[in-house]
C-alpha cells in the first residue's frame, strides 16, 4: 500500500501535467510528503520516549532505557544533520574532577547515549514535582504575611516567582529528611576511591535523583534537589560558595535564587529561607553583605554558632549544578521540539548563565559544580567493588533493597514513590490505576503477617524469598529474618510517606494523627524520627497550636535541630 500510493500519485500527475515537462512538480510533491512523514515519525518516536518515561518505575530499567535512546535516535534521524556541541567556558572550572577529552565526548556527541536518558529522567520527574507543587496556598505560613504585603514592593511578576521558589524550597525540606554530612552508621572498610573523594562523602554519596526517590540527603543534596526544581519552574538557581581566605578553597552556603537583580538566599542545612533584617521576609545577598544581624542571627546562643558573618559573603562564587548532558546541542533539539505536557528544561546555556550571575553585585564568577559530576564516579566505583566483594555489596545493595529488589512488595513501593513524586495520591477508578495511597497502605503489613514469614508460602513469593537447593535450616532461617527486617523497614518507610502525602493533600489533621500516632509510635522505632517530628511541627503550625509546634521543634539532637529553633523562635514571636 505505501509504495500504491506514492505511483498512483505519480501516474495522475502524468496523465494531467506530463512526465516530461513536470519533474519538478513531481520532486515538490515527493518532498512535501517526505516532509510529513518526517514529521509524524518524530512525533511518534517522541511519543514512544515520554510514555517510556511516564511508566519507567514499572518497567524493566535497562530494557526501558535502551528503548527510550532508540527512540530518541530515531527521532534525531529526522533532523538531519545535528551540530557538535562546544564546550563551554565554564567546564574548565572542572579541570582535576573529569579528563577534558571525556567532558568534550559526553557533551560533544550527536546521538542519544545511556547518560542522556538519565538526564531526561531527571528533568521529567523534577518537573513533575513542579507541576503540583507550585500552587497557591501552598506557601510556607511563616512567609505569607509578608508575601500579602507585597514582599518589599515586588512587580507581579518577581512575587510570583519568589512565591514559586518559597514553595518549592520548602517541599524540599519537608520532603528531604536530613542527614549529617559526616555518616556514623557501621560500613565496612572503604574501597578504593578516585583522587578528591571521600568514602560516604558529602553531596556525592547519591545523586539528585535518588536524593528525592529515597527521600533523605544531607543540606548539599537538599540544595542540589532545590536547584533542579528550580530549573524546571523557569528560576535561575546557584549553589553559594564563600572562599576561604587560607587556601581559596570554595565552602557551599546557601542556594541562591536570582530574581530580577536580587538574589533571595535559602539555607538547606538549616531549613530556612534566610530571613531578612529585622527577621522580616526572606533576606537578598546584597542584605547579608550590608547588614551584619542578617547572618547575625542565625546563631542560637547557647546552643549553635554560625560558620559565615557579613564579611564572609561580600564576594562568594556562584556554583552551577549540571551534569554534562544539559549543555550539549541534542538536548537543545530536543526541548524545543517538547510542547503540552511533554514540556521539561533539558538544556543550559552554561556560559550565558555564568555572565548573568557574574553580573550581579557581590558574585566572583560562576564555576560548574563538580558534585553532580563526582556522585557518578563515587557510584561507578561503588559498584565495581560490590562486584568484587560480597561482603561489600550486600551492605551497599541492602541500604535500599526496600525499593530496589526485584520482588512484588519492594516494586508496590517503588510505584507508590513514583506516584507519590507525581502528586498523583488517590487511585484514578478510569485508568484503573492505584494511588500511592493505596500503594503505600499495601506496605503496611500487619505484625503477625510479618512473623507468619517462617510459615506463609504465597509471602515469601511476594518478597522473593526462596529456599534453594541445598540451603540448610540455618541459612534459610537467616534468610526469612533479613526480609523480616526489610518488612519492617518498608513498612515504617510506607508509614512516613503516607504522612506526607496527607499533608501534601491538604488533610492537616490526618497528617498530624499519622505523623504522631503511627511514625512516632515509640512501640515502632523508626530511622524517619527527626523528620516526622519536625513535620509534626509543621501540622500544629498549621493549626494554629503555636505551643505545641515550638516544643517539637526544640528537640535536642536532630540534625536540623539549629534551623528548627530559629523556626520556633520565628513562629513563637507572634
Not at 129 to 142: A, C, K, N, S
Not at 449 to 462: G, S, T, W
Not at 468 to 477: C, I, R
Not at 544 to 554: F, H, I, P, R, S
Request: hydrophobic share 40%; glycine share 8%; charged share 25%.
Amino acid at each position: 500500500m505505501s509504495l500504491l500510493r506514492p505511483l498512483s500519485l505519480l501516474l495522475v500527475v502524468c496523465l494531467f501535467a506530463g512526465c516530461g515537462d513536470d519533474r519538478d512538480l513531481v520532486r515538490e510533491i515527493q518532498a512535501s510528503r517526505q516532509a510529513r512523514v518526517q514529521t509524524e515519525s518524530k512525533q511518534d518516536h517522541l511519543g514512544e520516549a515520554f510514555s517510556l518515561l511516564q511508566r519507567l518505575v514499572e518497567l524493566n530499567p535497562t530494557r526501558a532505557q535502551q528503548q527510550i535512546r532508540f527512540h530518541l535516535n530515531q527521532w534525531l534521524q529526522t533532523r538531519g544533520d545535528v551540530p557538535a556541541s562546544g564546550t563551554p567556558e565554564i567546564a574548565s572550572t572542572l579541570r582535576g574532577v573529569v579528563p577534558p577529552e571525556v567532558l568534550d565526548e559526553q557533551i560533544g556527541g550527536t546521538n542519544f547515549v545511556g547518560g542522556d536518558v538519565k538526564h531526561l529522567r531527571d528533568a521529567y520527574l523534577f518537573r513533575q514535582i513542579v507541576q503540583w507543587v507550585d500552587r497557591p496556598g501552598e506557601t510556607d505560613p511563616l512567609w505569607m504575611s509578608w508575601f500579602e504585603d507585597g514582599a518589599g514592593g515586588l512587580d507581579p511578576d518577581s512575587l510570583d516567582s519568589l512565591q514559586t521558589a518559597s514553595r518549592l524550597f520548602d517541599w524540599t525540606v519537608r520532603n528531604v529528611a536530613l542527614q549529617p554530612r559526616v555518616l556514623t552508621q557501621p560500613a565496612p572498610e572503604p574501597p578504593p576511591l578516585p583522587e578528591g573523594l571521600e568514602f560516604r562523602g558529602a553531596g556525592y554519596r547519591q545523586s539528585d535523583y535518588e536524593t528525592i526517590w529515597r527521600g533523605t540527603g544531607d543540606g548539599l543534596q537538599r540544595a542540589g534537589v532545590f536547584e533542579q526544581l528550580c530549573r524546571q519552574a523557569g528560576l535561575a538557581a546557584a549553589i553559594l560558595a564563600v572562599p576561604s581566605d587560607d587556601s581559596g578553597r570554595l565552602t557551599p552556603w546557601a542556594v541562591g535564587v536570582m530574581i530580577g537583580n536580587e538574589v533571595y538566599l535559602f539555607e538547606p542545612e538549616l531549613g530556612l529561607p534566610i530571613p531578612g533584617p529585622d527577621q522580616v521576609g526572606i533576606a537578598t545577598l546584597k542584605q547579608a553583605r550590608r547588614d551584619e544581624s542578617v547572618l547575625r542571627r542565625l546563631k542560637v546562643p547557647g546552643f549553635f554558632d554560625y560558620p559565615f558573618d557579613k564579611a564572609d559573603v561580600q564576594q562568594v562564587t556562584a556554583m552551577l549544578n549540571l551534569m554534562p548532558e544539559a549543555v550539549a546541542t541534542r538536548m537543545k533539539l530536543l526541548q524545543e521540539s517538547l510542547t503540552g505536557q511533554r514540556r521539561m528544561t533539558l538544556y543550559v546555556d552554561a556560559d550565558d548563565s555564568s555572565e548573568r550571575w557574574d553580573a550581579i553585585a557581590g558574585v566572583a564568577g560562576a564555576r560548574w559544580w563538580p558534585v553532580p559530576i563526582q556522585a557518578e564516579i563515587y557510584r561507578a566505583a561503588m559498584e565495581n567493588q560490590a562486584m568484587r566483594d560480597p561482603f561489600f555489596a550486600f551492605w551497599y545493595q541492602s541500604q535500599w533493597l526496600i525499593m530496589d529488589a526485584q520482588a512484588e512488595m519492594p516494586q508496590m513501593l517503588s510505584q507508590g514513590r513514583w506516584r507519590h513524586l507525581h502528586g498523583e495520591f488517590s487511585d484514578d477508578e478510569d485508568d484503573l490505576t492505584e494511588g500511592a495511597r493505596t500503594l503505600y497502605l499495601s506496605q503496611r503489613a500487619p505484625e503477625f503477617e510479618i512473623a507468619d514469614l517462617r510459615i506463609d508460602l504465597e509471602l515469601q513469593k511476594a518478597y522473593g524469598l526462596r529456599r534453594e537447593l541445598g540451603m540448610d535450616n540455618q541459612q534459610f532461617e537467616a534468610q526469612i529474618a533479613q526480609v523480616q527486617r526489610l518488612m519492617r523497614q518498608g513498612k515504617r518507610t510506607a508509614t512516613y510517606w503516607l504522612s506526607l502525602v496527607q499533608y501534601d493533600d491538604g488533610r492537616i489533621e490526618t497528617a498530624r494523627n499519622w505523623f504522631d500516632k503511627r511514625v512516632l509510635d515509640p512501640n515502632q522505632p523508626t530511622p524517619w524520627e527527626p523528620a516526622a517530628r519536625y513535620n509534626l511541627a509543621r501540622t500544629e503550625e498549621q493549626l494554629g497550636q503555636t505551643e505545641a509546634a515550638v516544643k517539637l521543634l526544640k528537640t535536642v539532637g536532630d540534625p536540623q535541630e539549629q534551623g528548627n529553633r530559629i523556626r520556633a523562635r520565628l513562629i513563637g514571636r507572634d
